[in-house]
């Protein structure tokens, strides 16, 4: 113990030892607590930076597709319904869209020709509004309130109709300590709010807990989170239970100083970085197989993150914002170093030419660093070996700059194939078509979950192989669920086919007992090889 010098006697002695010990324990567990509120803190910024991240990526969408309805203003309903159903269709978060002309509602994407004023319900000037379902003029068949979203021009407006539901998936952070402790978020706009079960309010719920609010920069909402106030307690005495017995100890064997080494506060680009050193950042791999007989060609890497505290998190989660702070360079190249490394030392188990794709941004195309990566993954296989593909995610827009067009001209020239990945559902999918090299066109999962359900998306995927065939491109299906998604592809003829009714993401090592099992796997009925 270190020793306070005491007048004289036992009696003084006791007195400053329990005094120390007092001391130390008071400091420590004032430590302890300023610590979980510093956690709790980090991880509020981080969550809620996620959700602003997520949400105004669902409102770019819906704003792309007003944009592009704005040309139909002013048109007759009976030639501009089928397009706006097309743009509908086209977008995985628009209900619907309405076109306005002189402050009436005269063309729906749903109900097609109506005359609804539209004064009164989303007046000019406001880009988004809460509407409740008693108000929802425009879409009675809605049993639930609507996020309508204006797009004002000279000529008119367009009214996007979106499900609460989509936004309020997006306040449920499952692994949120927060969340866990009895705390909620919420999405305002304006004076109404919406909460995680999709549930409108008129007023922010009065209780007892701690709110802080943080707004998007992009569009005129805020996102809320509330936890307890004796949350940062809570959390100490639930999950630092060790750190109290050690401080305990340290309390009455020596009288000194806790000396802590958890609970710096991060911010999100800090906790990847870190996530980055420890190699929490795991590729998975699916993999992907012939169109015409089910026979293994290639896989696709997908990125997981295995945080050391909550566990297995989704790549929606965190890619996203890994992107716009541009970790996800460091994340890709390690993910190509680690599945190089892997699939080298199974070379004699993989068919001849196999495909192997890692999902690209364009924030990785403004400079030579992916070409370097691509020729580092392919010097570890034989020439011709292995066929690298490069998808191209469509979140944010790809500028054709000098650098980018030299870019995919290099890659072109070591053989890295270039796809454009959910093909239909992004910024500029046909533009893209124009300015770049591709070679492959990745059909999303949302039109393919639709086969054999929806009219619209089935001539809107026969659309698209058809473009494919005309500029000589080769298609890749993924998200297939069952046969009759599989033998309507087939029929199709597309290239490949990827999805659970073949075979689920996997990791490296159940990958490689995959590929000592797959060749030896009956065809079903349908001639297909079964899930694994």
């Not at 998936?169 to 995680?196: A, M, P, V």
């Not at 990785?364 to 070996?385: G, I, K, V, Y």
């Not at 297939?480 to 309507?488: C, L, M, R, Y």
Request: proline letters at 5%; a negative charge.
């Amino acid at each position: 113990m270190v020793a306070i010098a005491a007048p004289s006697g036992n009696k003084w002695r006791s007195l400053w030892s329990i005094f120390t010990i007092l001391l130390v324990l008071s400091s420590g567990f004032s430590i302890l607590y300023w610590q979980g509120c510093s956690r709790l803190n980090a991880e509020r910024e981080f969550e809620l930076a996620l959700v602003i991240s997520q949400v105004d990526d669902i409102l770019d969408n819906v704003k792309d597709s007003a944009r592009e309805a704005q040309s139909l203003v002013g048109k007759a309903c009976s030639g501009a319904e089928v397009p706006l159903r097309m743009l509908a269709a086209h977008s995985p978060y628009v209900r619907t869209l309405a076109l306005v002309f002189k402050e009436r509602a005269y063309c729906s994407s749903v109900f097609g020709e109506m005359d609804i004023p539209v004064n009164q319900l989303h007046e000019p000037g406001r880009s988004l509004l809460l509407v409740e379902r008693e108000h929802n003029e425009l879409n009675s068949d809605v049993l639930t309130p609507l996020l309508s979203f204006r797009q004002d021009s000279e000529e008119g407006a367009v009214l996007v109709g979106v499900y609460p539901s989509e936004l309020s998936e997006k306040l449920l952070i499952e692994q949120s300590s927060s969340r866990k402790l009895g705390g909620r978020q919420l999405l305002q706009i304006g004076n109404t709010w919406l909460d995680e079960s999709g549930q409108f309010l008129e007023q922010r719920p009065a209780d007892d807990l701690n709110w802080q609010s943080y707004g998007s920069s992009k569009y005129l909402y805020r996102i809320w989170q509330g936890r307890p106030e004796q949350a940062p307690l809570a959390l100490l005495l639930s999950g630092e239970e060790g750190m109290m017995m050690v401080l305990v100890i340290l309390a009455l064997g020596m009288g000194g100083m806790v000396y802590v080494t958890w609970g710096r506060m991060l911010t999100p680009e800090m906790e990847m970085r870190r996530a980055l050193l420890r190699g929490e950042f795991v590729p998975f791999i699916q993999p992907i197989v012939s169109g015409h007989d089910g026979s293994l060609v290639g896989a696709e890497v997908l990125v997981r993150w295995n945080h050391y505290r909550s566990g297995m998190i989704r790549p929606d989660l965190f890619v996203p914002l890994a992107e716009e702070c541009g970790v996800i360079v460091p994340i890709t190249r390690e993910l190509m170093l680690e599945v190089a490394r892997e699939l080298s030392a199974h070379l004699d188990q993989l068919p001849p030419e196999f495909h192997i794709s890692f999902n690209i941004c364009p924030i990785q195309c403004h400079d030579f660093t992916l070409l370097e990566d691509c020729q580092t993954f392919l010097s570890t296989f034989p020439p011709d070996r292995i066929r690298l593909t490069l998808e191209l995610t469509e979140r944010v827009l790809l500028e054709p700059t000098e650098i980018t067009m030299l870019l995919f001209e290099r890659l072109d020239q070591i053989g890295v194939k270039i796809a454009l990945d959910d093909f239909g559902t992004g910024h500029s999918s046909l533009s893209y078509l124009q300015q770049f090299r591709v070679d492959y066109l990745k059909i999303d999962r949302c039109f393919v979950a639709m086969i054999g359900s929806d009219a619209l998306s089935r001539d809107i995927l026969d659309g698209t192989l058809d473009l494919a065939q005309r500029l000589g491109l080769k298609t890749v299906a993924e998200g297939i669920e069952n046969q009759e998604q599989a033998d309507f592809l087939r029929e199709r003829q597309v290239a490949y086919l990827q999805g659970f009714w073949f075979a689920k993401p996997m990791t490296m090592k159940e990958f490689s007992a995959y590929l000592r099992t797959a060749p030896e796997l009956p065809l079903n009925e349908g001639g297909w090889r079964p899930a694994m």
